[in-house]
């Protein structure tokens, strides 16, 4: 079946970088997405990765691929305290409709 | 630039009530799902429409209904709220295939009391 996990909560100083982890099981998904989720709010797309790249680097996001351990990370650089949020990670999984799978969302906690 | 837009922001029903939560994208996307979110446990896809006509059930299902009501439009209803479904729901809404992401809404807070 398919199923995304993730690690629920994350806490890092002003200035480090933090490291937000995920596994996926489906081989087959064609995007993996990370989201970002502030309080009150809904989900905003951060960054995406097509399954054939290894790394994706948009300004202070990283994201690292590895399709053989089906494990996916994003390092955000210089974290802020404006950072503070949820961020989910999400697979295409083997449907071609759309759907999205989403983790449970890990919680970055940014302390001054 | 209003994107995906939800109604209402807040709810509380009583057991046994009904109502709809409306839903409307105008960035003229072919899909449209709606999640729920519960602590600890993510986004759950309730049901989604891959285009204007068609509409088919996510994970959790039992106890809602939908309607594509247009291409811009997609409501979901319940029939006779349950404390069960006390939870933030989300509406998105994705260009074909979802392969740049979905846009979402701000939310619907629910109450069932």
């Given at each position: ?112 | ?28 996307h072919n ?63 994705s260009e074909e295939?979802?392969?740049v ?13």
């Open positions: 079946g398919e199923d995304v996990e993730q690690s629920l909560f994350l806490s890092v100083r002003e200035g480090d970088s933090s490291v937000i982890n995920c596994t996926y099981t489906d081989s087959s998904s064609t995007y993996l997405y990370w989201y970002k989720q502030e309080p009150g709010a809904g989900l905003q797309l951060l960054t995406y990765i097509f399954s054939n790249m290894d790394m994706k680097q948009d300004q202070r996001l990283t994201v690292l691929l590895n399709k053989k351990d089906k494990h996916l990370s994003l390092r955000i650089a210089d974290t802020q305290t404006g950072d503070s949020a949820i961020y989910f990670c999400a697979e295409t999984g083997s449907s071609n409709t759309g759907k999205l799978i989403f983790g449970q969302g890990t919680t970055l906690q940014v302390k001054p | 630039n209003a994107g995906v837009t939800q109604t209402p922001k807040f709810q509380v029903l009583k057991t046994g009530q009904s109502m709809t939560l409306q839903c409307a994208q105008d960035m003229n899909s449209m799902y709606w999640y729920r979110q519960d602590p600890g446990m993510g986004l759950r896809l309730i049901y989604y429409s891959a285009s204007e006509g068609t509409t088919d059930k996510g994970e959790v299902p039992n106890g809602y209904n939908v309607s594509r009501l247009n291409k811009r439009e997609f409501s979901l209803r319940l029939e006779s709220a349950a404390p069960s479904q006390t939870s933030v729901y989300f509406c998105a809404s295939g979802g392969r992401g979905y846009t979402f809404g701000s939310g619907t807070r629910l109450t069932v009391v």
